[in-house]
Nanobody, 126 residues
Framework: VQLQACGGGLVQPAGSLRLSCVAAGLAVDRYAAGWFRQAPGKRREGVSSISSTGDSTYYADSVKGRFTISRDNSKSTVYLQLNSLKPEDTAVYYC????????????????????WGQGTLVTVSS
């Protein structure tokens, strides 16, 4: 199983980016997915997650209303649209896959995630 994340980069405050995560070797209909991030010197935090069908989503309070998660199972891809970016959003963003029976709509525990991508760096700076 491989998760390949991409789409990070340098963006000015208030700008936008779209992250993508493509899964290979994974039965996507049996896995929900999530995005985590880790800023320098900080703990990894859950940002957003989505059920296997896409009908349930979770967002951390810090990104609610600015980020949107979605998925296209026909392409084995999960997306994270980042809008109204702030300097505090600067971090390495990781995608991860979680078995459907462990998915929760109100929180994210990184220990529950079985597979992880390599991370993509998002830098928000003027």
């Amino acid at each position: 199983v491989q998760l390949q994340a991409c789409g990070g980069g340098l963006v000015q405050p208030a700008g936008s980016l779209r992250l993508s995560c493509v899964a290979a070797g994974l039965a996507v209909d049996r896995y929900a997915a999530g995005w985590f991030r880790q800023a320098p010197g900080k703990r990894r935090e859950g940002v957003s997650s989505i059920s296997s069908t896409g009908d349930s989503t979770y967002y951390a309070d810090s990104v609610k209303g600015r980020f949107t998660i979605s998925r296209d199972n026909s392409k084995s891809t999960v997306y994270l649209q980042l809008n109204s970016l702030k300097p505090e959003d600067t971090a390495v963003y990781y995608c991860a896959a979680i078995p459907v029976h462990k998915f929760q709509v109100r929180t994210m525990y990184d220990d529950d995630y079985d597979y992880w991508g390599q991370g993509t760096l998002v830098t928000v700076s003027s």
